[in-house]
């Protein structure tokens, strides 16, 4: 269950939640299971987060640190991630469905039965990301960097 702390403070704007996060760089965020959906949280630092199970539909998580967040079984379908870093987080199970993920960086993202159908990886980093049994169906992965994923 996701920390009201947590919720309260990110309900009060990114540039309070970041201010917020440089002052207690040790604490791991706690959205699990929240409802967060359509919200604005563009370069929002949200890395470390625990997102397991969150609602995060519509959002836009434009240049947002997501790096080693944990987003397993996530919903985020036709949320916008243009630019969002999120290098080895975990995305098992995650319903990226319609996302864009433009310019996004999921380097060493474990991806394993992701759904990105119909996704915009246009330019995605995707190098050592793991992407089993992951569904790709009418995802545009023009110029993305595959190097070094595993693709089963």
Not at 40 to 47: E, P
Not at 77 to 99: E, K, M, S, T, Y
Not at 102 to 111: E, R
Request: charged residues 25%; glycine residues 8%; neutral net charge.
């Amino acid at each position: 269950m996701a920390n009201p702390e947590h919720l309260y403070i990110l309900q009060q704007g990114v540039p309070g939640w970041n201010n917020w996060r440089s002052r207690n760089p040790e604490d791991r965020p706690d959205f699990s299971g929240a409802d967060l959906v359509g919200k604005d949280l563009s370069g929002a630092d949200l890395s470390r987060g625990n997102f397991q199970g969150a609602d995060l539909t519509g959002a836009n998580l434009t240049g947002c640190d997501l790096r080693v967040a944990n987003l397993t079984a996530a919903r985020l379908p036709a949320a916008i991630l243009i630019r969002a870093n999120l290098g080895l987080a975990d995305l098992i199970d995650a319903d990226l469905r319609a996302a864009n993920l433009t310019s996004a960086c999921l380097n060493g993202a474990n991806l394993r039965r992701a759904d990105l159908s119909e996704s915009t990886l246009f330019e995605t980093d995707l190098s050592r990301a793991r992407l089993i049994d992951t569904r790709l169906s009418k995802a545009d992965l023009k110029r993305a960097d595959l190097r070094g994923a595993v693709l089963v």
